[in-house]
């Protein structure tokens, strides 16, 4: 057990539908990242926030949305859902610049 | 820019013989070098660390690298491999200055240890 928790483990919706996928970081981390894998990918790069504040930006669509709350916890709003946006949502946290991230389980979308 | 390279996207072993899975990277300060496999339809998981120090580092499950500064890599090894070795592996960096602690990633490289 990584101490990152992710819910939903599974979602199936609908195109044109908006979810959002949440993630609990271990306890005192304050990074969060998130990635999305898509079927036999590597990994991609969304966002990361670091106590609150968000400090980097990869490939994230405009119709994909995220945030970090004062509790740490962080929640990534997925809208106008396309068949593509179908993989792997990965939550990962870690403490500081020599530490290791820990990641979720994740968070399956499937959207039909 | 910062980059992590995994040149191969598959690496094939026979159990019992060593394996290398290869990492270059670039940063344009120190780093600080990760290692992390991943199982099916599971979450990525913490195999190993260079911060300082020893440049041969030891991980989960008989995994090492070597961090090597001129030549800018972290190959993952294994004397011995386990048919359960078989996993997806990326290497990740992180510049020590970089006050975002942002982590770049490789491809990854798909292992497969036959029997």
Do not use: M
Not at chain 1, 10 to 19: C, D, K, N, S
Not at chain 1, 47 to 55: D, K, L, T
Not at chain 2, 28 to 39: C, D, E, I, K, T
Request: glycine letters at 8%; one cysteine or more; a negative charge.
């Amino acid at each position: 057990d990584s101490g990152v928790t992710q819910t939903p483990k599974h979602l199936i919706t609908a195109t044109g539908q908006r979810v959002t996928l949440r993630c609990s970081p271990r306890s005192g981390d304050l990074s969060v990242y998130w990635y999305q894998q898509s079927l036999d990918q590597g990994l991609q790069f969304l966002i990361q926030y670091y106590n609150g504040e968000e400090r980097a930006k990869g490939n994230i669509l405009e119709r994909f949305s995220a945030q970090q709350f004062p509790d740490l916890h962080s929640e990534l709003n997925l809208s106008s859902l396309e068949l593509g946006d179908s993989a792997l949502y990965f939550c990962a946290s870690s403490a500081g610049s020599n530490t290791e991230a820990f990641f979720g389980q994740g968070t399956r979308l499937t959207v039909v | 820019a910062q980059s992590v390279a995994q040149p191969e996207d598959q690496v094939n072993v026979a159990e019992g013989n060593p394996l290398t899975v290869k990492c270059t990277y670039s940063v344009s300060g120190n780093p600080y070098l990760f290692w992390y496999v991943q199982y099916p339809n599971r979450g990525l998981q913490f195999l190993l660390k260079y911060i300082t120090g020893d440049n041969l580092v030891k991980g989960s499950y008989g995994f090492e690298a070597e961090f090597n500064k001129s030549q800018t890599s972290f190959h993952l090894k294994k004397p011995s491999a386990l048919v359960s070795d078989s996993a997806l592996y990326f290497c990740a960096v992180r510049d020590i200055e970089d006050s975002n602690y942002q982590l770049i990633w490789g491809a990854g490289t798909k292992l497969i240890i036959k029997p």
